[in-house]
T-cell receptor
Framework: KAGVTQTPRYLIKTRGQQVTLSCSPI?????VSWYQQTPGQGLQFLFE???????NKGNFPGRFSGRQFSNSRSEMNVSTLELGDSALYLC??????????????FGSGTRLTVV | GQQVMQIPQYQHVQEGEDFTTYCNSS?????IQWYKQRPGGHPVFLIQ?????EVKKQKRLTFQFGEAKKNSSLHITATQTTDVGTYFC??????????FGQGTRLTINP
């Protein structure tokens, strides 16, 4: 079966711009989570969606937002980009919940570079 | 908030040597998961441990969950070049969220 698909794979943006990243989870998976990965901070939780509802949000500023559609596809948006937003953004899908004895299946990520 | 610490941060071994990474949580965990990320890749789920004192094996990989459910370890016997990557442990950090350790980066001299 198809894995988790993230688009685009690479993105270069200028400070102050905004960006939208997309994630299509594994078919049948209803939970989509987003993580930011940087060399200094590691993997940091952004938010999690299930059935179009955000169930949890990490400690990121309001410039980071997301949503989930009825087909479980998810998008995250970062507005007013800062240099520190340069990172690998990973989408992870799971059947129902990552804590219900299911691990994440991660996508290949979107590498965002802010210049 | 909850913290998950992993040591060592880096480990370089000769091919054929053993490797161990340790994970410690500031709180008791209901379960712990392990992931592997190859260079340039994304994390891949390896295993989940749930029971106190649990030991699970996957070929040359042995995973342990501590009796107090606050620590875990991953041991690789006789490393191979295919084992190169960063190994992460992760525990529940609240509803629908995992807290990841900083990872142990394993490099291998063939």
């Amino acid at each position: 079966k198809a894995g988790v698909t993230q688009t685009p794979r690479y993105l270069i943006k200028t400070r102050g711009q905004q960006v939208t990243l997309s994630c299509s989870p594994i078919s049948g998976h209803r939970s989509v989570s987003w993580y930011q990965q940087t060399p200094g901070q590691g993997l940091q939780f952004l938010f999690e969606y299930f059935s179009e509802t955000q169930r949890n949000k990490g400690n990121f500023p309001g410039r980071f937002s997301g949503r989930q559609f009825s087909n479980s596809r998810s998008e995250m948006n970062v507005s007013t980009l800062e240099l520190g937003d340069s990172a690998l953004y990973l989408c992870a899908s799971s059947l129902v919940s990552v804590s219900a004895n299911y691990g994440y299946t991660f996508g290949s990520g979107t590498r965002l570079t802010v210049v | 908030g909850q913290q998950v610490m992993q040591i060592p941060q880096y480990q370089h071994v000769q091919e054929g040597e053993d490797f161990t990474t340790y994970c410690n949580s500031s709180t008791t965990l209901s379960n712990i998961q392990w992931y592997k990320q190859r260079p340039g890749g994304h994390p891949v789920f390896l295993i989940q441990l749930v029971k106190s004192g649990e030991v699970k094996k996957q070929k040359r990989l042995t995973f342990q969950f501590g009796e107090a459910k606050k620590n875990s370890s991953l041991h690789i016997t006789a490393t191979q070049t295919t084992d190169v990557g960063t190994y992460f442990c992760a525990g529940p950090g609240g509803a629908q969220k995992l807290v990841f350790g900083q990872g142990t980066r394993l490099t291998i001299n063939p």
